[in-house]
């Protein structure tokens, strides 16, 4: 199993009720890590909580928080004060499929929060935490569409691709200090993601990557000191292979028939 048990005894994981983040904090607790476990659906994260102190014999909180409200990130901070923590998964993010112009400005100040703000906040306040400790570890998700401008994702992409600089220099200038830091950059990791932005998982270019697959390998980049991880060789090789004008026509003429699912669903 990918080793964690360097960056305990805590883990602060974001985004813990669902997909990534859920097999994240699993991964942490059948490792001996206690988590933190940070999200809106309070119930979804307190049965986790119970489920994992059961099966690992380790301690969890759990953090209900709307990491979308500029307060966000600092509320999680004082609920995890006093914990000594060595991992953070700055993980939760979102967004939705569609057409720039016809978003609100509001909306999109919360998901820039959200996939940003929050990102910065959360690197921050830990980045000084372990460098005071003398360590610590840090994965901040971003996604392989950071890569390039994506249209009709053009909000998320932007932000995500803040992420992904942020968490590449912060691996090189954070080293001397002991803290090591991995951007993981996800394309197809197979979570219910898929099903919120309308994806016609038939139309997808490669079968989606179990998701406790993407998390093992996530894991073995930080242990190896790599800066990014694209988790599924294949998609790696797809993205090597594409050129970058055909990748954004393709994934943006992907993204625009999600949106015209959800638009479908909404109407239906
Ligand atoms: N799966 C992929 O292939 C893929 C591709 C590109 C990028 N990503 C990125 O990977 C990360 C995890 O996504 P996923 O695939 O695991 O999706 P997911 O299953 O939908 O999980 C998203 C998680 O983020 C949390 N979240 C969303 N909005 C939040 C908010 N305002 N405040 C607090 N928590 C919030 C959700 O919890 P609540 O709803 O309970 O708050 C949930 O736990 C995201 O940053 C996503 O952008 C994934």
Redesign the pocket.
């Known amino acids: 199993m990918a080793d964690l048990t360097a960056y305990g005894p805590w883990a602060v994981i974001?985004?813990?009720?669902?997909?990534?983040?859920?097999?994240f904090a699993g991964h942490c607790a059948a490792q001996g890590l206690n988590v933190v476990l940070?999200?809106?659906?309070t119930s979804?994260?307190a049965d986790l909580g119970r489920e994992l102190s059961r099966a690992h014999g380790v301690e969890h909180r759990v953090v209900t928080?709307?990491?979308?409200?500029p307060g966000?990130a600092a509320d999680l901070l004082a609920a995890s004060a006093d914990l000594d923590v060595g991992l953070l998964v700055s993980?939760?993010?979102?967004?939705r499929p569609g057409r720039f112009l016809d978003q609100d400005i509001p909306d999109l100040h919360?998901r820039l929060t959200?996939?940003t703000t929050?990102h910065f906040e959360l690197a921050h306040a830990f980045g000084r935490r372990f460098a005071a400790r003398g360590g610590g570890a840090m994965v901040l998700?971003?996604?392989?569409?950071a890569i390039h401008g994506l249209p009709n994702m053009a909000h998320?992409s932007a932000a995500?691709s803040y992420v992904r600089n942020l968490g590449e220099a912060l691996h090189h200038e954070l080293k001397p200090a002991g803290v090591k830091v991995t951007v993981?950059?996800?394309?197809?990791?197979?979570?219910?993601?898929?099903e919120?932005f309308g994806l016609d998982r038939t139309r997808l270019p490669i079968k989606?990557?179990p998701?406790a697959t993407?998390v093992r390998q996530t894991v073995h980049a930080l242990n190896a000191g790599r800066p990014t991880v694209v988790p599924d060789r294949r998609l790696r090789a797809l993205s090597r292979l594409t050129p970058r004008g055909l990748s954004i026509k393709l994934n943006g003429r992907l993204l625009g028939e999600a949106a015209a699912n959800l638009a479908g669903a909404v109407q239906g």
């Open positions: 974001t985004g813990a009720s669902s997909g990534i983040g859920r097999a940070a999200a809106r659906s979804v994260l928080v709307d990491l979308s409200d966000g993980n939760a993010g979102g967004g919360r959200l996939n929050t998700v971003s996604a392989l569409g998320e995500k993981m950059l996800p394309g197809n990791v197979d979570t219910p993601i898929i919120k989606p990557l998701v993407a």
